[in-house]
């Protein structure tokens, strides 16, 4: 007599652990792969917005992508493997949207393919869930639903902007976005099922990812080489006063190169130093993002246009045609030499009654004190890995040094005249607006 069971045919039984695992390994690999992307092409988007929202973005990608790594070593425990494995055909379609040919085409990738792409997946994932099984995961991707959200609404606006300031890219942008949307749909999108085989070779119109070695930059501000007189002029004073509250927003404002720069070296060792890297990377450029931005908004709330405000390259410049490691002894060198000095200067601002400036300093210091655990971290994980090409870190600081005071050295008359030009107006308008509130 056939054995008969009570019936099991339910909603909640169409996964097990590993066909979870399986998807939700899917989902990690694609968003690395848009983090790797992001952070590659700060230094050659100009909009001071985008360099700005997009490491935010990214950020947010990494806690998602963290909470899907953490999900799927739990659900194949006690293996902790990631390999992109059957994925790889959707995983190189990602990857190519680092082969963009402009800056305007990679936004408008993001905007309309790829964090859609992935929007559509977390939702049909959440549809199909079991909540008692799957609970642990589902919370991250409802969070990641409304960021992605958020994200897909904020990079169509940049797109457009961008594209209206270069309209002769918009039409090599929209062909070759279609083109990789084609080859997005020919492996199958991204889904609760495996890609299939799609069709190799490059996209029509891509041009290999290239680090620029001129970082480009938003035209509505005072472009130039230093961004305050007392780089190149030892007699021009640091300042106290509206001149130590000007010179600090401008500071901060002057970290963009700390943007791209995290995101040069998060796309450059992406690979060697695996996932943890890209954990604090992403974070380490965020905050230098937030520190540009406080600088910006604090220029703003007091009046500075941004034609009034200079944005200097030097930094970014010296590190040119060098290995990036020298890129990452940048960051942590130039990035956190000053923390000493940082609670006095948050102690002066609180003596000035200038409260914003203080709090910015104050939380600066917080992530300062972070960056430098990252610094020591990587450029020791890094050195253990290349012994022959990465110098310890004394001597990276050295270098570093040296390359920052060749470029410094490099500055014509010009160059100083256009800074103390542009810093004295800016102390000028400080002094008219202080007697008027006086
Ligand atoms: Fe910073
Ligand atoms: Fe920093």
């Known amino acids: 007599m056939q054995q008969v069971f009570l019936p099991g045919d339910h909603a909640r039984g169409q996964w097990m652990r590993f066909d979870a695992a399986r998807i939700l390994k899917r989902y990690f690999f694609c968003e690395r792969s848009l983090i790797i992307s992001q952070a590659g092409w700060l230094a050659a988007i100009p909009s001071f917005d985008g360099k700005t929202i997009l490491p935010t973005f990214f950020w947010q990608d990494t806690m998602t992508a963290n909470a899907l790594r953490e999900r799927v070593f739990e659900l194949r425990y006690p293996s902790r493997l990631m390999e992109i494995g059957e994925d790889e055909p959707l995983i190189t379609v990602f990857d190519q949207a680092r082969n963009a040919p402009s800056a305007e085409a990679f936004v408008l990738s993001l905007a309309r393919l790829f964090k859609p792409a992935l929007l559509a997946a977390y939702r049909e994932y959440e549809q199909l869930a079991d909540e008692l099984a799957d609970g642990p995961i589902l919370r991250a991707l409802r969070t990641a639903i409304t960021e992605k959200m958020e994200q897909v609404a904020a990079l169509t606006t940049l797109a457009t902007v961008m594209l209206r300031a270069?309209?002769?890219?918009?039409?090599?942008?929209?062909?070759?976005?279609?083109?990789?949307?084609?080859?997005?749909?020919?492996?199958?999108?991204?889904?609760?099922?495996?890609?299939?085989?799609?069709?190799?070779?490059?996209?029509?119109?891509?041009?290999?990812?290239?680090?620029?070695?001129?970082?480009?930059?938003?035209?509505?501000?005072?472009?130039c080489r230093y961004y305050w007189p007392d780089v190149v002029d030892p007699h021009?004073?640091?300042?106290?006063?509206?001149?130590?509250?000007?010179?600090?927003?401008?500071?901060?404002?002057?970290?963009?190169?700390?943007?791209?720069?995290?995101?040069?070296?998060?796309?450059?060792?992406?690979?060697?130093?695996?996932?943890?890297?890209?954990?604090?990377?992403?974070?380490?450029?965020?905050?230098?993002?937030?520190?540009?931005?406080?600088?910006?908004?604090?220029l703003k709330s007091w009046g500075y246009q941004p034609q009034e405000i200079p944005l200097g390259s030097y930094i970014y410049d010296s590190a040119r045609g060098q290995d990036p490691v020298i890129r990452l002894g940048m960051l942590h060198y130039?990035?956190?030499?000053?923390?000493?000095?940082?609670?006095?200067?948050?102690?002066?601002?609180?003596?000035?009654?200038?409260?914003?400036?203080?709090?910015?300093?104050?939380?600066?210091?917080?992530?300062?004190?972070?960056?430098?655990?990252?610094?020591?971290?990587?450029?020791?994980?890094?050195?253990?890995?290349?012994?022959?090409?990465?110098?310890?870190?004394?001597?990276?600081?050295q270098r570093c040094d040296e390359l920052v005071a060749h470029e410094v050295k490099a500055a014509t008359q010009q160059d100083c005249q256009e800074i103390a030009q542009i810093a004295n107006a800016m102390i000028a308008k400080a002094e008219r607006i202080t007697h008027r509130t006086e």
């Open 166 to 223: 270069a309209p002769e890219r918009q039409a090599e942008a929209e062909a070759w976005v279609a083109a990789l949307g084609q080859r997005l749909v020919e492996v199958g999108g991204v889904s609760v099922a495996p890609p299939v085989a799609g069709v190799n070779g490059e996209i029509p119109g891509s041009r290999p990812f290239v680090l620029p070695d001129k970082a480009a930059r938003d035209e509505r501000f005072h472009l």
């Open 334 to 397: 130039f990035e956190t030499k000053n923390i000493g000095k940082k609670t006095k200067r948050a102690e002066a601002f609180a003596s000035y009654h200038d409260k914003v400036s203080q709090h910015d300093m104050d939380f600066d210091w917080a992530d300062e004190t972070i960056h430098a655990a990252y610094g020591h971290r990587w450029l020791d994980a890094l050195r253990a890995l290349h012994p022959d090409r990465v110098p310890d870190i004394d001597a990276i600081r």
């Open 236 to 298: 021009f004073p640091y300042g106290e006063g509206i001149r130590l509250q000007l010179r600090s927003a401008v500071s901060h404002f002057n970290e963009v190169w700390a943007v791209e720069t995290g995101g040069a070296i998060l796309h450059a060792f992406a690979d060697d130093l695996g996932w943890e890297f890209i954990y604090d990377a992403a974070r380490w450029t965020y905050d230098e993002s937030r520190h540009a931005r406080m600088g910006y908004e604090r």
